[in-house]
């Protein structure tokens, strides 16, 4: 059990690297705008999240408060990715303040799973 939940753990970094990564590419390129490969980095960390935020029936409590902080800042990230795919739909660009926004939050949430 315990290695199937490490998987899940690999699962939910993968999902935040993917994420990130888009990010920086976007970044480098100075496009500040959201992408498909962002909204499917986004997917796989809260499904991973929310697999590794259920009782595994192991001896370890869950953290709650770190699944909590990390939830509200996954749908943070997750909005604001909305509100920019949104706003690009229209033909209006993402404001640069939120496109780094993303980016903080998403190094922070990773920063949370990874030293907390």
Do not use: C
């Amino acid at each position: 059990m315990q290695t199937l939940r490490n998987v899940v753990v690999l699962l939910h970094l993968v999902g935040f690297a993917v994420l990130f990564g888009a990010w920086v590419v976007e970044a480098a390129a100075r496009r500040y705008q959201a992408t498909r490969v962002m909204n499917l980095g986004l997917l796989v960390a809260a499904v991973a999240g929310l697999a590794l935020a259920a009782p595994w029936g192991l001896d370890g409590d869950l953290n709650y408060t770190k699944i909590g902080i990390k939830l509200v800042v996954l749908v943070v990230i997750g909005a604001l990715i909305g509100i920019s795919s949104s706003r690009a739909r229209k033909g209006s660009p993402m404001p640069a303040g939120v496109f780094w926004l993303v980016g903080a939050l998403t190094l922070f949430n990773a920063g949370i799973a990874v030293l907390w």
